[in-house]
C-alpha cells in the first residue's frame, strides 16, 4: 500500500484544517487507518485511527472532541478534521494502514506497516 498524505500547513491557533491520506496498491478497505504525529525532537504519536469499515474509531485524549477521523473507502482516502488547533499540535503528520483486527492494537505505532511521507502542520500566529 502506497500512502500519500496532503493538507497541512500554516494555521492561526484556534483554526481548523483537514489533512487527507489518498492509499494506493491495495484494497483500501481491508485496512484499518491511523493518523500519527511527530513534533521536533519527540517520538512518533498515535493520535487517531478508524478500522477498516469506518464503524469504529479511537482518539488519543489530547485531540478527543477537536479531531474526527473519517474515511472513504470509495474514494480510497483517509482524512483528519482537525479543530480549536493550538500551538501543541504543531508537528508532522504521519497517516498509516494496519492488517489488525485488534481494537487494542490500533493506539500501536508497530501495528501499522505502510506509512505515508509526512504533512507538516505549524500552528502560530
Known amino acids: 500500500v502506497q500512502l500519500q498524505a496532503s493538507g497541512g500547513g500554516l494555521v492561526q491557533p484556534g483554526g481548523s484544517l483537514r489533512l487527507s491520506c489518498v492509499a494506493s496498491g491495495r484494497p483500501f478497505g481491508s485496512y484499518a487507518m491511523g493518523w500519527f504525529r511527530q513534533a521536533p525532537g519527540k517520538e512518533r504519536d498515535f493520535i487517531a485511527a478508524?478500522?477498516?469499515?469506518?464503524?469504529?474509531?479511537k482518539y488519543e485524549e489530547p485531540v478527543k472532541g477537536r479531531f474526527t477521523i473519517s474515511r472513504d473507502n470509495a474514494k480510497n482516502t483517509v482524512y483528519l478534521q482537525m479543530n480549536y488547533l493550538g500551538p501543541d499540535d504543531t508537528a508532522v503528520y504521519y497517516c498509516a494502514a494496519s492488517s489488525t483486527m485488534i481494537s487494542s492494537n490500533l493506539a500501536s505505532r508497530s501495528a501499522y506497516a505502510y506509512w505515508g511521507q509526512g504533512t507538516l502542520v505549524t500552528v502560530s500566529s
Open positions: 478508524v478500522k477498516f469499515r469506518g464503524g469504529e474509531s
